[in-house]
């Protein structure tokens, strides 16, 4: 199994919601990752997760709350957003013998009304 | 400001020919480059990579070539096929640990026409 799932495909939700994006791999990879995609613009890191122990995060605001319960699982939850947080979430993995060779997810494109 | 740039937003390259696609950064301590590639509704998948203790590296159809003294990096695609045809995005790395960050590039959308 060389794949990243993630769900849901699409999300729209107001600015007042809670909700959570979900990504799951398979492969024993031990680094995971949460990354943003604005339309035209390149992947941006939001997240790192090494070991299940938060790693990295790029100064994201604290209305996304990344969760790592296990190896195989990597969350984000998500409240009062703001419509320029509108974008794909994209989920990463990679094994920690390669750390830079990630697995992608094909992304949540999620819309904030 | 842009640590790793393709000022190439889009090529369009016919079936059977080299498609080359240029990528420049300016962080001298990126020590690690990848090229993923992108199809729509898809994420992107990995491509091939270089350290930079080379200056080349082929896989198939696909080569990378490295040079340092200009921060400048390519890919190679010869010869060109029409499942080519999607977005590709040079990324580049600093230093080792169990879990990366990876720096991406604009992108440039290769189109291969017949």
């Known amino acids: 199994d060389t794949e990243v799932t993630q769900t849901p495909k699409h999300l729209v939700m107001g600015m007042t919601n809670k909700k959570s994006l979900k990504c799951e791999q398979h492969?024993?990879?031990?680094?995971m990752y949460w990354y943003k995609q604005k339309a035209k613009k390149p992947p941006e890191l939001m997240f790192v997760?090494?070991?299940?122990?938060?790693?990295i995060n790029e100064s994201v605001p604290s209305r996304f709350s990344p969760e790592c319960p296990n190896s195989s699982l990597l969350n984000l939850h998500l409240h009062a957003l703001q419509p320029e947080d509108s974008a794909l979430y994209l989920c990463a993995s990679s094994q920690v013998s390669s750390p830079r060779e990630q697995y992608f997810g094909p992304g949540t494109r999620l819309t904030v009304t | 400001d842009q640590q790793v740039k393709q000022n190439s937003p889009s090529l369009s390259v016919q079936e059977g020919r080299i498609s080359i696609l240029n990528c420049d950064y300016t962080n001298s301590m990126f020590d690690y480059f990848l090229w993923y590639k992108k199809y729509p509704a898809e994420g992107p998948t990995f491509l091939i990579s270089i350290s930079s203790i080379k200056d080349k590296n082929e896989d198939g159809r696909f080569t990378v070539f490295l040079n340092k003294s200009a921060k400048h990096l390519s890919l190679h695609i010869v010869p060109s096929q029409p499942g080519d045809s999607a977005v590709y995005f040079c990324a580049a790395s600093s230093g080792y640990s169990s879990a990366s960050k990876i720096i991406f590039g604009s992108g440039t959308r290769l189109s291969i026409r017949p």
């Open positions: 492969m024993g990879h031990r680094a």
């Open positions: 997760y090494s070991y299940e122990k938060l790693s």
